[in-house]
């Protein structure tokens, strides 16, 4: 929300905020020009102060409204700073800049998206050493830096192009195309021949999805593949509901499976070739469980406090651990090095792979759950209900509520070890967590969270239980103390 106040004439602007998913506001509000290369300036004095000029900068952008001009504006205020840039060609998925980053040996990288979010917004996310979501110590500095700046140094882009100071990467996606089929089991995709059908859902990662899986041999067409700043009107996340039409063409199609990702490619959305969703958390714990028992890769998972409790189940059924770390992939790459796990992910639909990106990455993992079929010989619903089975059911259910600052404040007070306060649940808990919103574990390992979104004004609510009348029931009440709270 765009909170600008007039004093003495002036307006002054709100301060920046960086959230889990980097900085986004509203197009037109906060989300222009004065503030983008506001951002840009501080990444700039940043990089100064830190001595980290001898590297360039890469930045990409997806399709959203404004994003490709607003890379140009970040990349001239870049080069106005006499730091050198490298920029995209065409539209790219935040997986690629994460991997450029991170095999260039760079610094920082910029990419100019809002993820999922609702089409009016946008945002920049920073990517820093070895292709990592810049940490809560980066970001916290760039916001003090916002609102120290007076003066944006700025070069128009054309100059910047004739300086030499920024430069065109004209194919980019070679490095990342050729890393992920150099770890595929491409024999096996080639010997099935899948026919796939990808939503893109008017997203960047077209050409990356389209190479892989067209050099492995496989049948691919693809749906919502243009540039529409409204995503066809729906949000551009590979969700149950905005994956209906993608599940009805799969059926229709007789494809063998099909994708969605969301707007800058790093989440993913399967659908079953008989039309079934296949959830996030499904998605998580087939691949752990293929790589793990079908690609030999020992080791534990990772997880954020809002995602299944399957996969811990799955891993100590494997003989293995399964770390919970708080929402942010940040946490979970960095508890992916310390493990050395062979996955992470989260509920949401981001995961990555021990030795790919430190990052969410829905082409690779698209591969891998092609690869997947393909070696199994069994549908992605055949396999979990095979591991439900083994390891126990779960229901996993959500909820969203908008709030507004004055109630994200109120909450935040709730949401204290000191404060103390909980819904009145109809089963005894068996402890309480305050590491990231309020999450309350039962003996029977199912669980409920209630957390503040770090990337939009809302409040979300996750519960799991081994019937889905006790998930929902968990979030009524909480529903209900929150309501009775006011």
Same mark, same amino acid.
């Not at 990089?47 to 890469?58: C, F, H, K, R, S």
């Not at 039962?442 to 979104?453: A, E, H, K, N, Q």
């Given at each position: 929300?765009?909170?600008?106040?007039?004093?003495?004439?002036?307006?002054?602007?709100?301060?920046?905020r960086?959230?889990?998913?980097?900085?986004?506001?509203?197009?037109?509000?906060?989300?222009?020009?004065?503030?983008i290369?506001?951002?840009?300036?501080?990444?700039?004095?940043?990089?100064?102060?830190?001595?980290?000029?001898?590297?360039?900068?890469?930045i990409?952008?997806?399709?959203?409204?404004?994003?490709?001009?607003?890379?140009?504006?970040?990349?001239?205020?870049?080069?106005?700073?006499?730091?050198?840039?490298?920029?995209?060609?065409?539209?790219?998925?935040?997986?690629?800049?994460?991997?450029?980053?991170?095999?260039?040996?760079?610094?920082?990288?910029?990419?100019v998206?809002?993820?999922?979010?609702?089409p009016?917004?946008?945002?920049?996310?920073?990517?820093?050493?070895?292709?990592?979501?810049?940490?809560?110590?980066?970001?916290?500095?760039?916001?003090?830096?916002?609102a120290?700046?007076?003066?944006?140094?700025?070069?128009?882009?054309?100059?910047?192009?004739?300086?030499?100071?920024?430069?065109?990467?004209?194919?980019?996606?070679?490095?990342?195309?050729?890393?992920?089929?150099?770890?595929?089991?491409?024999?096996?995709?080639?010997?099935?021949?899948?026919?796939?059908?990808?939503?893109?859902?008017?997203?960047?990662?077209?050409?990356?999805?389209?190479?892989?899986?067209?050099?492995?041999?496989?049948?691919?067409?693809?749906?919502?593949?243009?540039?529409?700043? &409204?995503? /066809?009107?729906?949000? =551009? #996340?590979?969700?149950k509901?905005?994956?209906?039409? @993608?599940? +009805?063409? *799969?059926?229709? !199609?007789?494809?063998?499976?099909?994708?969605?990702?969301?707007?800058?490619?790093?989440?993913?959305g399967?659908?079953d070739?008989?039309?079934?969703?296949?959830?996030?958390?499904?998605?998580?714990?087939?691949?752990?469980y293929?790589?793990?028992? &079908?690609? /030999?890769?020992?080791? =534990? #998972?990772?997880?954020?406090?809002?995602?299944?409790? @399957?996969? +811990?189940? *799955?891993a100590? !059924?494997?003989?293995?651990?399964?770390?919970?770390?708080?929402?942010?992939?940040?946490?979970?790459?960095?508890?992916?090095?310390?493990?050395?796990?062979?996955?992470?992910?989260?509920?949401?639909?981001?995961?990555?792979?021990?030795?790919h990106?430190?990052?969410?990455?829905?082409v690779? #993992?698209a591969?891998?759950?092609?690869?997947?079929?393909?070696?199994?010989?069994?549908?992605? !619903?055949?396999?979990?209900?095979?591991?439900?089975?083994?390891?126990?059911?779960?229901?996993?259910?959500?909820?969203?509520?908008?709030?507004?600052?004055?109630?994200?404040?109120?909450?935040?007070?709730?949401?204290?070890?000191?404060?103390?306060?909980?819904?009145?649940?109809?089963?005894?808990?068996e402890?309480?967590?305050?590491?990231?919103?309020c999450?309350?574990?039962?003996?029977?390992?199912?669980?409920?969270?209630?957390?503040?979104?770090?990337?939009?004004?809302?409040?979300?609510?996750?519960?799991?239980?081994?019937?889905?009348?006790?998930?929902?029931?968990?979030?009524?009440?909480?529903?209900?103390?929150?309501?009775?709270?006011?």
């Amino acid at each position: 929300m765009n909170e600008e106040v007039l004093v003495r004439g002036a307006y002054v602007r709100p301060p920046v905020r960086f959230g889990t998913g980097g900085w986004r506001a509203v197009i037109g509000e906060d989300f222009e020009k004065q503030t983008i290369t506001i951002v840009a300036q501080a990444l700039a004095d940043r990089i100064l102060a830190m001595g980290q000029n001898d590297m360039p900068v890469v930045i990409g952008y997806d399709r959203r409204f404004l994003s490709d001009a607003a890379a140009r504006w970040a990349a001239g205020v870049l080069a106005g700073n006499g730091i050198a840039v490298q920029m995209m060609k065409r539209s790219a998925p935040t997986p690629l800049i994460m991997h450029t980053v991170m095999k260039k040996g760079l610094h920082y990288g910029l990419e100019v998206t809002a993820s999922h979010n609702p089409p009016v917004y946008n945002g920049i996310k920073v990517i820093v050493d070895e292709g990592r979501d810049a940490p809560v110590s980066v970001t916290e500095d760039l916001e003090k830096r916002c609102a120290l700046i007076e003066n944006v140094r700025e070069l128009p882009f054309q100059e910047g192009l004739s300086a030499g100071l920024i430069t065109i990467l004209n194919n980019p996606f070679n490095d990342f195309l050729d890393d992920i089929l150099g770890i595929l089991d491409t024999d096996a995709i080639r010997e099935r021949g899948p026919r796939i059908l990808y939503d893109s859902m008017h997203g960047s990662s077209t050409y990356p999805i389209s190479v892989i899986f067209g050099t492995t041999r496989c049948t691919i067409d693809q749906i919502h593949g243009n540039k529409d700043a &409204y995503f /066809g009107g729906i949000m =551009p #996340a590979p969700t149950k509901d905005t994956l209906r039409f @993608l599940a +009805d063409q *799969v059926v229709a !199609g007789g494809y063998d499976i099909g994708f969605g990702v969301d707007g800058d490619g790093d989440r993913l959305g399967v659908v079953d070739a008989d039309g079934t969703y296949i959830s996030a958390n499904d998605i998580l714990v087939l691949l752990y469980y293929y790589l793990h028992e &079908y690609k /030999g890769w020992k080791g =534990p #998972a990772v997880r954020n406090i809002a995602t299944t409790h @399957l996969l +811990d189940r *799955v891993a100590h !059924g494997l003989g293995e651990e399964c770390y919970e770390v708080p929402v942010g992939f940040k946490h979970i790459s960095a508890e992916i090095d310390k493990r050395e796990a062979v996955l992470g992910g989260e509920s949401s639909g981001g995961l990555t792979v021990r030795g790919h990106i430190h990052g969410k990455d829905s082409v690779y #993992a698209a591969a891998l759950f092609v690869e997947m079929i393909c070696r199994t010989g069994k549908r992605p !619903g055949q396999m979990i209900e095979e591991l439900r089975e083994k390891y126990g059911r779960s229901f996993f259910v959500e909820c969203n509520m908008a709030v507004s600052d004055v109630q994200r404040e109120r909450i935040m007070q709730l949401f204290t070890k000191e404060q103390g306060c909980l819904p009145a649940f109809a089963q005894p808990y068996e402890k309480v967590s305050y590491m990231d919103g309020c999450k309350v574990y039962f003996p029977d390992d199912s669980f409920v969270i209630c957390r503040l979104s770090g990337t939009e004004p809302l409040l979300r609510i996750f519960a799991e239980g081994r019937c889905e009348g006790d998930a929902e029931a968990y979030i009524e009440a909480w529903k209900l103390f929150l309501a009775e709270s006011k």
